[in-house]
């Protein structure tokens, strides 16, 4: 009873399909869970797994259209749909599932370069999905991905791969380099236009307020000297100048001709009162300075004697003769024997 209990009662699995054979031939399938079948004449041959599976494929030597070697690994994900089908369809599922990869593989790559074969791993997985699935619909299996895991390549094609990719890389960053010195170059010289534009406004308004001061500098001078040389002349001819002024001014003008380091030779006339003489009859015969001023001798305004503190016009008349006295003698003290005269109207040292 209990050989006979154990071989009536089965017990399958979430996700397995069980099937059963009765004398060798295909009887049913079994389900998940609690299952009846007779004992002894009835049997489980095969237990499939229902679930999705991922089977990965060792690398595969391919050949491309340019006649270069490559190593391609694979990797399968597929779900037996129809357990009979996989089970009495093929005698080994995966492994056909695995042969039939590689002949597609090679088929689909064979038509394909090197750079088109590296560019272009989405074309072959889409392809190679389409030609797996429509191939293993009759064993009851459903090829639900192919991933393409790596592309090997000769050594030799990595190293030039290596050094065209390093070439590249250096001639875009030759490019890039490039570009940006342009770019830097365009805005420094727009920055040095710019600068030299609003340099060049600068000096210009500079030049224009610099030019309109000095005009406005120029008016103002010349406005003062006109009328300082209208005062000056508008008193001199109030103060009605004599020969004696002038002898009094040239007196004055004397010690300034020896002043400087470069005057070393000055001339004193050997007679100062005659050469005053002379610059009196010399003087009188100026247009418009008399030898004699008939009227009073004013040279400065009521308000300015009284700045000054000078009671009458002939004080400072007397005053200003007392003045040229004295001159007269200083001058014909510096022209005292002692001194080498040279001859009258000569040059002393």
Not at 76 to 89: C, H, L, R, S
Not at 214 to 240: K, P, S, W
């Amino acid at each position: 009873m209990v050989v006979a209990v154990s071989k009536t009662v089965k017990i399958v699995p979430q996700a397995r399909a069980g099937i059963v054979e009765r004398f060798g031939k295909y009887k049913g399938t079994l389900t998940p869970g609690l299952n009846f079948i007779f004992p002894f004449v009835d049997k489980v041959r095969y237990l499939i797994d229902m679930r999705e599976q991922v089977v990965s494929f060792p690398p595969s030597q391919v050949i491309t259209e340019d006649n270069l070697n490559l190593s391609i690994d694979s990797v399968i994900y597929f779900q037996v749909n129809d357990p009979v089908a996989a089970t009495y369809e093929i005698a080994n599922y995966i492994q056909g599932v695995e042969q039939l990869t590689l002949t597609t593989l090679r088929n689909i790559v064979g038509g394909m370069d090197l750079e088109q074969t590296l560019t272009s791993r989405e074309e072959i997985n889409t392809s190679l999905s389409m030609v797996l699935d429509e191939a293993t619909s009759r064993w009851g299996i459903k090829v639900k991905r192919v991933e393409i895991k790596g592309i090997d390549p000769p050594p030799s094609i990595q190293d030039s791969m290596e050094k065209q990719m390093r070439a590249d890389r250096d001639k875009r960053a030759a490019i890039l380099q490039a570009e940006g010195q342009r770019q830097a170059a365009i805005l420094t010289a727009e920055g040095n236009k710019q600068s030299a534009i609003l340099n060049a406004e600068g000096d210009r308004e500079s030049q224009i307020l610099r030019a309109q001061a000095d005009r406005e500098a120029a008016i103002l001078r010349a406005q003062g000297e006109g009328q300082a040389i209208q005062t000056v002349f508008q008193a001199i001819h109030d103060g009605r100048p004599d020969q004696s002024l002038l002898a009094y001014q040239y007196l004055q003008m004397m010690p300034k001709i020896a002043e400087g380091d470069a005057n070393k030779v000055w001339i004193v006339p050997s007679e100062i009162g005659k050469a005053l003489e002379g610059l009196g009859s010399t003087m009188n015969s100026l247009q418009g300075i008399p030898d004699n001023v008939e009227g009073p001798r004013v040279r400065v305004s009521t308000e300015a004697q009284d700045v000054l503190g000078v009671d009458t016009a002939s004080e400072t008349l007397s005053s200003a003769h007392e003045d040229v006295q004295r001159a007269i003698a200083e001058a014909e003290r510096a022209a005292n024997p002692g001194k080498k005269d040279v001859g009258k109207g000569g040059s002393q040292d």
